[in-house]
């Protein structure tokens, strides 16, 4: 109990730190994360939870992270994978996201070599913000996660593609895909 300021700090107390359970006050009090957020990131990381009768997922459904028991649950892999890709003029990675049940394209986003770090270890995918500046868990506010379900790589090595399991709108405007608008509208006056 106390100290814990991130989703990822319940984690680490009950996978490195051997916690049976874990509490917190504050950051559930002044809404920065909700009980239900928690226990869904919980689930979807590897750590069983019961689900609640508030809760809108059956947590025990959720399969394991995709990267473990893999070469990518090794921490020096992502130094050899970061190593080989190509990156942009900022260092960055392109990430096509789309949806693994149906092959919906969901979003496009960034990733430097923290992201993907944070993607392979936890199974959630992460991304560099660039209007920010800063490191992105995709649902850390909303809710609205992606469990990496299988990722890819371009021929040229400077895209990476990511299958994942979405929950709720993977869009910040509320729609479930970023590609929503149609080439005409700005065409328009």
């Known amino acids: 109990s106390g100290g814990a300021g991130r989703l990822a700090d319940f984690y680490d107390a009950i996978d490195a730190g ?4 874990v509490l917190a006050a504050s950051l559930f009090h ?4 909700t009980i239900p957020q928690l226990k869904r990131y919980l689930a979807l990381r590897g750590i069983p939870m019961r689900s609640s009768p508030t809760q809108p997922d059956n947590l025990a459904s959720f399969e394991p992270p995709f990267m473990a028991g893999t070469v990518l ?17 900022q260092g960055l990675v392109t990430i096509i996201t789309r949806d693994a049940a149906d092959g919906e394209v969901l979003m496009q986003a960034y990733a430097d070599e923290e992201a993907l770090r944070e993607t392979l270890r936890s199974g959630l995918m992460h991304y560099h913000s660039r209007s920010r500046n800063r490191l992105w868990l995709k649902g850390e506010q909303s809710g609205n996660f992606q469990q990496v379900r299988r990722l890819q790589v371009d021929c040229d090595g400077d895209c990476l593609l990511a299958d994942v399991r ?3 709108p993977a869009c910040h405007t509320g729609a479930r895909s970023c590609f929503f608008r149609q080439i005409e509208e700005l065409a328009g006056h």
Do not use: C, N, S
């Open 18 to 21: 051997g916690a049976e359970a």
């Open 73 to 89: 649950a090794q921490p020096d892999a992502v130094a050899r994978i970061w190593q080989r890709l190509k990156k942009d003029g």
């Open 30 to 33: 002044f809404g920065d994360i």
């Open 166 to 168: 979405q929950f709720g």
